[in-house]
T-cell receptor, first 115, second 116 residues
Framework: DVKVTQSSRYLVKRTGEKVFLECVQD?????MFWYRQDPGLGLRLIYF???????EKGDIPEGYSVSREKKERFSLILESASTNQTSMYLC??????????????FGPGTRLTVL | AQKITQTQPGMFVQEKEAVTLDCTYD???????LFWYKQPSSGEMIFLIY??????QNATEGRYSLNFQKARKSANLVISASQLGDSAMYFC?????????????FGQGTRLTINP
């Protein structure tokens, strides 16, 4: 079974702090994704990576950056946390075997509160 | 423009009844895929079922089936014989290509509550 883990289930930070959210997958997947989930808006893509050291902006990258130094690990960084970044953050990974049915596998999520 | 629309913010169903969750989509790409995910209160997204745009038959996975109507651009999820454990958020998503990589676009979600 694919396993995607996230470093924290719950996190409380103060405005202006630098925040690191870590995601690790154990299936040797090339593609990794960071989403945020807000009520009524569904999941929105922040950044994704299709290979080590490669990253692409998603739909809402402002205020975020990412790092992928190793294939299994994809980090989301909030350089200076703000209250509007209070949200649920979900990490996902996906192989690139080319099958159209290849789905994304998600971690348990990190609920971040910025005070 | 909204690419995936789920018009039911919440649904309440009696246990053992069938339930249909609506999903409409918008794309000009002739090749696309549609996914349904379940998100229990624990937060993890669980993949349920997939339908490809060229698939001739509607997808089925156990109690889950997908009512795919291509001309109407709808991909409704049908859950037969609902159970209390089916209570969760349900998301419809569409695969699209961006910069050579596949990504998923999600709808707003439907919160399903199964009553005993």
């Amino acid at each position: 079974d694919v396993k995607v883990t996230q470093s924290s289930r719950y996190l409380v930070k103060r405005t202006g702090e630098k925040v690191f959210l870590e995601c690790v997958q154990d299936m040797d997947h090339e593609n990794m994704f960071w989403y945020r989930q807000d009520p009524g808006l569904g999941l929105r893509l922040i950044y994704f990576s299709y290979d080590v050291k490669m990253k692409e902006k998603g739909d809402i990258p402002e205020g975020y950056s990412v790092s992928r130094e190793k294939k299994e690990r994809f980090s989301l960084i909030l350089e200076s946390a703000s209250t509007n970044q209070t949200s649920m953050y979900l990490c996902a990974s996906r192989g690139s075997g080319g099958a159209s049915t290849d789905t994304q596998y998600f971690g348990p999520g990190t609920r971040l509160t910025v005070l | 423009a909204q690419k995936i629309t789920q018009t039911q913010p919440g649904m309440f169903v009696q246990e053992k009844e069938a339930v249909t969750l609506d999903c409409t989509y918008d794309t000009s790409d002739p090749s696309y895929g549609l996914f349904w995910y379940k998100q229990p209160s624990s937060g993890e997204m669980i993949f349920l079922i997939y339908q490809g745009s060229y698939d001739q038959q509607n997808a089925t996975e156990g109690r889950y089936s997908l009512n795919f109507q291509k001309a109407r651009k709808s991909a409704n999820l049908v859950i037969s014989a609902s159970q209390l454990g089916d209570s969760a958020m349900y998301f419809c998503a569409m695969r699209e290509m961006i910069q050579g990589a596949q990504k998923l676009v999600f709808g707003q979600g439907t919160r399903l509550t199964i009553n005993p």
